[in-house]
């Protein structure tokens, strides 16, 4: 049997995703967090803190397969260093954290990672936004 590609590696640490929206209250928003067994949970979160759940389940061997691939494949120390951050009153907020490192990019309100990439195409930004998507897709919520 041959070797595994370092894309089809299962996921080393857990997965958090938070997508949000930055206001007069804080950040505002929904976590996903997905472990590194393929179950995952959602729950809506203010600032820190995390409130009820909106979903929760146990991903499919495949699509954690698929998901750790493009994770592999996602350069998050290019994103950082080359994707434009949101300046203006509150921004959107797309925040990664996986293996003790965290991935923020903030976008213009009310931007979701499932729209084209608002900013002059990135491929680190595109790719990032690409993973962030499946994640969110992979992970359907109430």
Do not use: H
């Not at 996903?32 to 393929?38: A, I």
């Not at 979160?45 to 698929?66: H, I, Q, S, W, Y």
């Not at 998050?76 to 959107?92: D, H, I, M, S, Y």
Request: hydrophobic share 35%; aromatic share 8%.
């Amino acid at each position: 049997m041959a070797p595994a590609s370092s894309g089809d590696q299962p996921l080393r640490d857990t997965i958090v995703l938070r997508v949000g929206q930055m206001g007069f209250a804080g950040t505002t928003g929904i976590e996903y967090r997905l472990e590194p067994n393929g179950d995952w949970r959602a729950a809506n979160f203010v600032n820190e803190k995390t409130m009820e759940a909106v979903g929760e389940g146990k991903l499919a061997p495949d699509k954690l397969v698929a998901l750790s691939r493009k994770l592999n494949n996602t350069d998050l120390a290019a994103v950082k260093a080359e994707a434009k951050t949101f300046e203006g009153v509150n921004p959107a907020l797309v925040e990664l954290r996986y293996l003790d490192e965290t991935t923020t990019v903030k976008f213009p309100p009310g931007y979701t990672p499932d729209q084209p990439c608002p900013y002059e195409p990135s491929e680190p930004l595109c790719r990032f936004l690409e993973l962030t998507d499946l994640i969110r897709s992979s992970l359907p919520t109430k």
